[in-house]
């Protein structure tokens, strides 16, 4: 049976074929049956997608529309890695203390502080632009917009080791990579 063959059969089928009292009848329906049941053994995947996207939508829900489904491919998943909130509170801690033992911060609810900030500030910068200000270190004040996704660069050099004091972003306005220490950041801008 060719696809198209397959697809009419499969909605030309009435599934409670074994209820019918006329035996002409019957033997109609059971031979289209067995046809479509034998047929869906010879087809390719593709060829599953293309006939289960075909028929009726009533007919999705029978032993053929089911059996066409289960042939389907699957997609590739997408490897993603899942940060549980504990993870994520770890991690907060962590950076607070780090800070506060760095002698940035004078307390370690300032520390915490700033380490929230943090995240804030960089899980903005993923998800697009981000305005925002802090204190160069001679002092005046810079509001840059930053972003961390969507920009083309090529690095000069090999990856440094993180520090959680430090935010790097894209200067959206200076083309270039930028960084601030944290208590150094004076807020987001509106």
Same mark, same amino acid.
């Given at each position: 049976?060719?696809?198209?063959?397959?697809?009419?059969?499969?909605? $030309?089928?009435?599934?409670?074929?074994?209820?019918?009292?006329?035996?002409? %009848?019957?033997?109609?329906?059971?031979? +289209?049956?067995?046809? +479509?049941?034998?047929?869906?053994?010879?087809?390719?995947? %593709?060829?599953?997608?293309?006939?289960?996207?075909?028929?009726? $939508?009533?007919?999705?829900?029978?032993?053929? *529309?089911?059996?066409?489904?289960?042939?389907?491919?699957?997609?590739?998943?997408?490897?993603?890695?899942?940060?549980?909130?504990?993870?994520?509170?770890?991690?907060?801690?962590?950076?607070?203390?780090?800070?506060?033992?760095?002698?940035?911060?004078?307390?370690?609810?300032?520390?915490?502080?700033?380490?929230?900030?943090?995240?804030?500030?960089?899980? *903005?910068?993923?998800? *697009?632009?981000?305005?925002?200000?802090?204190?160069?270190?001679?002092?005046?004040?810079? +509001?840059?917009?930053?972003?961390?996704?969507?920009?083309?660069?090529?690095?000069?050099?090999?990856?440094?080791?993180?520090?959680? $004091?430090? +935010?790097?972003?894209?200067?959206?306005?200076?083309?270039?990579?930028?960084?601030?220490?944290?208590?150094?950041?004076? *807020?987001?801008?509106?």
């Amino acid at each position: 049976m060719t696809t198209l063959e397959i697809i009419n059969a499969i909605n $030309e089928l009435d599934y409670n074929y074994g209820n019918i009292d006329n035996g002409k %009848e019957y033997h109609y329906f059971a031979k +289209i049956d067995r046809a +479509i049941d034998k047929a869906l053994t010879t087809i390719t995947p %593709e060829q599953a997608v293309e006939i289960y996207n075909a028929i009726k $939508e009533n007919r999705k829900s029978t032993y053929h *529309g089911k059996a066409l489904f289960a042939m389907m491919p699957t997609p590739e998943p997408t490897p993603t890695t899942i940060i549980t909130k504990n993870e994520k509170k770890v991690s907060l801690f962590n950076n607070a203390w780090s800070m506060f033992k760095a002698g940035l911060f004078t307390t370690f609810a300032k520390a915490l502080k700033a380490a929230w900030s943090r995240i804030k500030v960089v899980t *903005g910068m993923k998800t *697009g632009v981000v305005a925002f200000e802090y204190v160069k270190s001679d002092g005046t004040i810079r +509001i840059a917009k930053g972003t961390l996704t969507g920009f083309d660069y090529t690095a000069k050099t090999t990856e440094s080791k993180p520090k959680p $004091e430090v +935010i790097k972003y894209f200067d959206i306005e200076a083309q270039s990579f930028r960084s601030f220490r944290l208590d150094r950041f004076i *807020g987001l801008v509106a």
